[in-house]
């Protein structure tokens, strides 16, 4: 089974959570695309949700499947997101924005009940650090705010090189990432992360900082498929504990 059938088989296993009349968070990426077809499958069998997608290629995503959409513009909460990670741990703290999409997701996420991540189970480390981690950031005095990045990584007992995230294509030269928010993207390779929610408060002090991948205490439940079958990770603290 390659991993494409994997990610299939954990969006499947997530889709049993959905119930009819449902308001839905939709994640962005190659897991929660998955999702996002099978949901559409579901609809068109005359399933009622309704879905709050976390970036502009989901969005385009969900009406091609034929998901109806909304906005928390509109709705005042959502049941359940659905979405992808980058690394998750033992305490379901996660690395996400690999797809540049960090900002809505956590906006998304925050406005549910719950968080079902799903992946396949190479996503499943003991400590975070290893995918580089996103953090969102505003072009204005870049420099300022990547001073103040490397002072916040010190004091949390990181240290790792930084790089503004190119547009897919583009090499060195090429063109900066843009987020749909208009922002850019610093990848931090730290390697080992020794304190999630330390570095995580460290970095939303920061001015400059818009927003970054670390996502603690956000995600209720992990399905991780692997070649063995699907495993579900509950967290040990119910969210906003």
Do not use: Y
């Amino acid at each position: 089974m390659n991993m494409d059938q994997l990610k299939r088989q954990a969006a499947a296993r997530a889709l049993e959570e959905v119930r009819d009349g449902m308001q839905l968070g939709l994640g962005t990426g190659s897991t929660a695309k998955h999702f996002v077809e099978l949901l559409g499958e579901r609809v068109a069998a005359g399933l009622k949700v309704i879905g709050v997608p976390t970036s502009e290629a989901t969005r385009l995503d969900a009406m091609r499947c034929g998901v109806p959409l909304t906005t928390l513009d509109e709705i005042d909460h959502l049941d359940i997101t659905i979405d992808g990670a980058d690394e998750i741990d033992p305490e379901l703290n996660l690395i996400k924005g690999g797809g540049g999409a960090l900002l809505r997701e956590k906006i998304v996420a925050a406005a549910s009940d719950r968080m079902i991540v799903i992946a396949d189970d190479t996503k499943w480390v003991p400590t975070l650090g290893r995918f580089p981690l996103p953090i969102e950031v505003i072009p204005f005095g870049l420099g300022a705010t990547r001073r103040a990045i490397e002072k916040a990584f010190a004091e949390c007992g990181v240290s790792g090189q930084m790089a503004v995230r190119k547009a897919k294509g583009g090499d060195k030269d090429g063109h900066v990432f843009v987020t749909d928010g208009g922002h850019w993207i610093l990848d931090a390779q730290l390697g080992r992360i020794v304190d999630p929610p330390r570095l995580a408060k460290a970095l939303s002090a920061i001015p400059g900082v818009v927003e970054h991948g670390l996502f603690i205490g956000l995600a209720s439940s992990a399905v991780l498929a692997g070649g063995e079958g699907i495993r579900v990770i509950e967290r040990r603290k119910p969210k906003g504990d």
